[in-house]
T-cell receptor, first 114, second 117 residues
Framework: GAGVSQSPSNKVTEKGKDVELRCDPI?????LYWYRQSLGQGLEFLIY????????KSGLPSDRFSAERTGGSVSTLTIQRTQQEDSAVYLC????????????FGSGTRLTVV | AQKVTQAQTEISVVEKEDVTLDCVYE???????LFWYKQPPSGELVFLIR??????QNEISGRYSWNFQKSTSSFNFTITASQVVDSAVYFC??????????????FGKGTKLSVKP
């Protein structure tokens, strides 16, 4: 597709359940990023994939969060044993390596933990 | 450590007024990139501009203009003759250079702009 696609757009889950959020980046983009946007917390970096390099996981808030990127394309962010404080909009972005076009963001997945 | 500060949490103006959104950044890197993004009520982040640390020329795009001043570590954004459609949250962001490319974005908290008719 022409843009970054995220699914689902909305997810309601019960506390303690695991969830998977998916991101399809723009074809050919080598870098992929996950961010979290919470009310009053702004945009928080979670994890960054660049080509075949080891991902930068420095923003993951706890070991309940993990992400993978298969075949250098699609990425899945997994949150295990969800907590209410995980409720947020999870945004994915992709970019070319070394270009000046900025990062293209998806529409996000709104996660609500009840 | 890298940091982006947008001191203005909310701004309200009347249509056709000019408005400037402030952004101050901190970084120890000599090569870095600065960005502005717009987030309208629909929620999607829309890329507005990217500027590298070696290019201090001001930029104008239609009603939008950006003033980059390394001496004050600022990258301010001005909307001339604001319109209701400009109502959104605007984010300033910073990324470091990594091997010739750009790393992850560090965002400011955003400034919510409301333009009233």
């Amino acid at each position: 597709g022409a843009g970054v696609s995220q699914s689902p757009s909305n997810k309601v889950t019960e506390k303690g359940k695991d969830v998977e959020l998916r991101c399809d980046p723009i074809s050919g983009h080598t870098a992929l990023y996950w961010y979290r946007q919470s009310l009053g917390q702004g945009l928080e970096f979670l994890i960054y994939f660049q080509g075949n390099s080891a991902p930068d996981k420095s923003g993951l808030p706890s070991d309940r969060f993990s992400a993978e990127r298969t075949g250098g394309s699609v990425s899945t962010l997994t949150i295990q044993r969800t907590q209410q404080e995980d409720s947020a909009v999870y945004l994915c972005a992709s970019s070319f390596y070394g270009t000046g076009y900025g990062y293209t963001f998806g529409s996000g997945t709104r996660l609500t933990v009840v | 450590a890298q940091k982006v500060t947008q001191a203005q949490t909310e701004i309200s103006v009347v249509e056709k007024e000019d408005v400037t959104l402030d952004c101050v950044y901190e970084t120890r890197d000599t090569t870095y990139y600065l960005f502005w993004y717009k987030q309208p009520p629909s929620g999607e982040l829309v890329f507005l501009i990217r500027r590298n640390s070696f290019d201090e020329q001001n930029e104008i795009s239609g009603r939008y203009s950006w003033n980059f001043q390394k001496s004050t570590s600022s990258f301010n954004f001005t909307i001339t003759a604001s319109q209701v459609v400009d109502s959104a949250v605007y984010f300033c962001a910073l990324s470091e250079a990594r091997g010739g490319s750009q790393g992850n974005l560090i965002f400011g908290k955003g400034t919510k702009l409301s333009v009233k008719p």
